[in-house]
């Protein structure tokens, strides 16, 4: 049965929409030539002179797929960052990472360790064995270490190198590696066109093999060297789509032949790998070549080995007791494994939350999914990264209150009836303090006994001020109460005052409270700042003006305690605060979140580990629906 014709009104829509369509694939292509013209060229890593997310694994089949792959990764830890300590959370945080790599389907093994040779800068140094180009191809679709470089590192060093033979046979390191161990790394840069020919690369390996063999059969000394090997990286590709003759040649630009030497490092000594380096280099000063090549070596100490888990790991089922808040759902775990279909990950995605929000503005559900994304490994090349980003907080930038809050526990469940009273009184009697701005209550939705009261205070310094004279108050308060069942617990947190001095408390509905506990440190502090500020954006963008959204998070409302609220304790706490629609809203809205979350790690599991990890003294939360007197 034949469609029925389209009406005139619909081929108008057609054509205009294919119009526009055109029009923005032009836009676009007269967008790149601009940036081609006025961009230096950028590569990222490839194969065979192909960059990586120019190929999939059905179109490399005629590439010998099965050819063992060896990632190389490099970067540069930010100042502060220690990763021999595995009980703090920049190393959990690796560890987190290497187990969600090894389980990317094709991976053979991961050794990792420190340079040792950096005078200032921290360096990580890793080496991922793949047993194809289409497991290497995975990775580097794959969330990879994008996570951690963005937290800990300043730079990344994406490459890899090619071996004609099967895994078994391919130069990993293996049972030879000792815990101790220390690997040299020699690297020699030549130019293309020196190396071109495969007789020049032969004669370089039958040098460094001699002068392999010679270190290795010196009889001065147990020299402690366990293996050696070597290979040819591959050379990166333009970053650009379709790239010209030039820019693909401007990738071309270099050969680098790459040495391992492992020692013990019982036996370990630099000299004597700063003598085989040197003799290398000696070797090479008759090189007939465009350039004389270089040689660089990098010591790195072995730390750790990471296998590949013997079986698949399932994902968990749903839990069956539902998790309401962002507590419950950190304190569960979520299952660090890559997706099955990484290539259609991202756009599958997309396709879900254009859904959500269509559906959302014609009112047949409440407010879009939770926005996933993720930047995929091939994505991160030399000089691509940017420092961490400072949050985004006005209060930076703005004067600031600071928001006090009254935990009150009644000894009977009559916070609607004695609450308006309890807030009247302490409004009126701590109103009279100079420091006083304004006040709120509000009763706490999981716990009916239980009600805050929130005053506001001009400063911090105003609050200090005030300290004595208004716990002097509260305390005459609950002494000639016959309501309250137990002392008073006081929390703070700050909230910056808008253009017209207001807080914006008034127009809450309601307010989740969520403190995170972190280990001391300024470098806690700013890893913390930038993951909360990733978990934020999975609300659907600012820019996706009048959609409803389940909730909203302001860096108006919430931040750091007071350094005095902490200074008995041995940790640092971060409030949040969300403001919710409804409490349906909440609740669907960590439903689909959690359920995202176990169905996608990169899209969504990341994100919460990576809140869970850093704050290692433990999440909680209160869910307080604001009260109006």
């Known amino acids: 049965m034949e469609p029925p014709p389209k009406s005139p009104s619909q081929c108008r829509t057609t054509r205009l929409t294919r119009r526009r369509m055109r029009h923005a694939r032009e836009t676009q292509l007269r967008l790149q030539r601009e940036a081609r013209r006025i961009a230096t060229p950028r590569f990222g890593p490839a194969v065979n002179g192909i960059l990586w997310r120019k190929s999939r694994p059905e179109e490399i089949a005629d590439e010998s797929p099965q050819t063992p792959i060896l990632s190389i990764i490099e970067f540069s830890l930010k100042p502060g960052v220690d990763l021999r300590d595995d009980s703090r959370p920049p190393r959990k945080l690796l560890d987190a990472t290497l187990r969600y790599i090894s389980s990317v389907p094709g991976c053979h093994g991961i050794e990792w360790g420190l340079r040792l040779d950096v005078d200032v800068e921290a360096g990580f140094f890793c080496l991922i064995s793949w047993d194809s180009v289409v497991a290497w191809h995975k990775f580097q679709h794959s969330l990879g270490f994008t996570p951690l470089v963005a937290l800990l590192a300043s730079d990344v060093s994406n490459r890899c190198a090619k071996f004609a033979g099967r895994v078994s046979s391919a130069p990993g390191l ?21 190396v071109s020919l495969q007789e020049r690369r032969l004669a370089l390996e039958e040098r460094w093999n001699a002068l392999a063999v010679a270190s290795l059969t010196d009889s001065d000394s147990d020299n402690g060297l366990l293996h050696s090997h070597f290979m040819w990286l591959e050379n ?19 050969a680098i032949f ?17 003598h085989l380096c040197d003799s290398l280099q000696t070797s090479l000063q008759s090189y007939q070549g465009n350039e004389p090549p270089s040689t660089l070596r990098k010591s790195v100490q072995l730390i750790n080995q990471v296998q590949p888990p013997q079986e698949a790991h399932h994902l968990p089922l749903q839990p069956t007791v539902p998790l309401t808040s962002l507590a419950s759902i950190l304190q569960g775990d979520f299952p660090r494994q890559c997706s ?6 991202r756009e599958h995605a997309r396709r879900v939350l254009d859904r959500s929000i269509s559906d959302a503005r014609a009112r047949t559900r409440l407010f879009p999914l939770p926005q996933g994304y993720f930047t995929s490994q091939g994505e991160l090349h030399e000089g691509s990264m940017s420092v961490i980003p400072e949050w985004q907080n006005r209060q930076a930038s703005w004067a600031h209150y600071l928001v006090e809050i009254v935990w009150i526990q009644l000894k009977r469940h009559s916070v609607r009836v004695h609450g308006p009273r309890i807030y009247n009184q302490i409004s009126n009697d701590v109103g009279a303090l100079p420091g006083f701005i304004k006040a709120f209550w509000a009763r706490d939705v999981e716990d009916i006994t239980k009600l805050a009261v929130l005053i506001v205070w001009g400063s911090e310094h105003a609050q200090r001020a005030d300290l004595h004279d208004c716990r002097r108050i509260l305390d005459d308060f609950v002494a000639s109460s016959a309501q309250i069942s137990s002392p008073l617990a006081y929390q703070a947190f700050p909230i910056a005052r808008d253009r017209e001095g207001s807080t914006g408390l008034d127009r809450v509905e309601y307010l989740e409270l969520i403190w995170f506990h972190l280990p001391p440190g300024a470098l806690e502090r700013q890893l ?18 009048g959609i409803p959204t389940a909730f909203r998070v302001s860096s108006d409302l919430g931040g750091w305690q007071p350094a005095e609220a902490t200074e008995s304790s041995d940790s640092q706490t971060f409030t949040a605060a969300l403001t919710w629609m409804s409490t349906t809203a909440r609740l669907e809205w960590y439903g689909e979140l959690l359920g995202a979350s176990l169905w996608s790690y990169e899209l969504f599991g990341h994100k919460l580990d990576a809140l869970k990890i850093l704050a290692t003294g433990g999440v909680s939360g209160r869910f307080l629906a604001m009260q109006r007197s």
């Not at 990166?236 to 040649?249: G, I, L, Q, V």
């Open 174 to 194: 293996g049972e030879v590696v000792r815990a101790n161990a220390i690997i040299d790394v020699v690297s020699v840069t030549f130019s293309a066109q020196d």
């Open 236 to 254: 990166n590709a333009s970053t650009f789509a379709d790239p010209s003759p030039a820019e693909a040649a401007a990738a071309n630009v270099s």
């Open 258 to 274: 790459t040495a391992f030497l492992v020692r013990d490092g019982v036996y370990y000594d630099s000299h004597r790998a700063r």
């Open 340 to 345: 099955a279909d990484l290539f259609n990950l």
């Open 528 to 545: 913390f700042e930038y993951a909360y500020s990733v978990f934020t954006r999975m609300t659907v963008p600012s820019q996706q003006g």
